[in-house]
């Protein structure tokens, strides 16, 4: 097995981290942070003329993400949410009237920066909905091919290496920049869930798919996590005296 794994350059490593510092300092109420996982439906499109093209047996593959985020809050409903994820993107294509299948799963490191807004208080559970953008890193992946079984030869898996970067353009473009979008419910004691949708942006094969084609991800799914609330006195005072508001 051939796998390729570009590191992450040092500067982008280090903007994240200069960011959110610079954000806590300045807002005057206590950011919360914590863990987060969920699971999503990728979907490699071919784009063109502005258009999605339909690829036939082609089917979405089930993929997991595993990470964190950090609230910080704008205001007493508006949320800034940076985070950074382990991402798992993959997808299937069964080839009609045979037993062949060919698949392949892109890894990722992204750094998501969403801006949420509350429906209702902080220390109270609350709907909200959020957009962002997310910046993407390919650190790995590998391609499997699922042979048809013949006579001399049994059914087998070949894999390979997927190479990413500039040097190789024809395989995989090494970042992708996508929106999120969201939608979800936060329990008063740190837990929430939401579900996504992820649309990317960057043609994933600069080099050139065949027909002249683009190549952009997107997916769908569910994700959930917990914030380690922080309060001081005022915030506790006005959660504990504001009545839940109606939706």
Not at 101 to 123: C, D, Q, W
Not at 128 to 144: L, N, Q
Not at 163 to 192: D, M, Q, R, V
Request: proline content about 6%; glycine content about 10%.
């Amino acid at each position: 097995m051939k796998l390729y794994i570009v590191s992450p350059m040092k500067i982008q490593t280090s903007i994240l981290p200069a960011i959110l510092l610079c954000i806590s300092s300045l807002c005057h109420a206590q950011i919360s942070l914590g863990p987060a996982a969920g699971f999503h439906l990728t979907e490699y499109s071919l784009i063109s003329g502005g258009k999605k093209q339909a690829v036939s047996g082609a089917q979405r593959a089930v993929d997991y993400r595993l990470g964190g985020c950090v609230d910080v809050p704008l205001g007493k409903r508006l949320h800034l949410q940076p985070g950074i994820y382990y991402t798992s993107n993959g997808s299937y294509r069964y080839f009609a009237g045979t037993s062949y299948r060919y698949s392949f799963n892109i890894h990722a490191v992204e750094f998501p920066m969403l801006l949420t807004y509350r429906f209702g208080m902080k220390h109270q559970s609350h709907y909200f909905a959020g957009a962002g953008a997310v910046m993407g890193i390919h650190v790995g992946g590998y391609a499997d091919s699922l042979t048809p079984p013949s006579i001399h030869m049994p059914q087998e898996v070949i894999r390979t290496g997927i190479t990413f970067g500039p040097a190789n353009p024809a395989f995989a473009y090494k970042y992708n920049i996508s929106l999120l979008l969201c939608a979800g419910y936060h329990l008063k004691k740190g837990l929430w869930v939401r579900v996504n949708y992820q649309q990317g942006f960057t043609d994933l094969q600069p080099g050139g798919y065949p027909g002249n084609y683009s190549v952009r991800s997107n997916n769908f799914g569910l994700t959930a996590g917990w914030l380690f609330l922080t309060k001081n006195k005022e915030e506790r005072t006005e959660a504990k005296n504001k009545p839940k508001p109606a939706y």
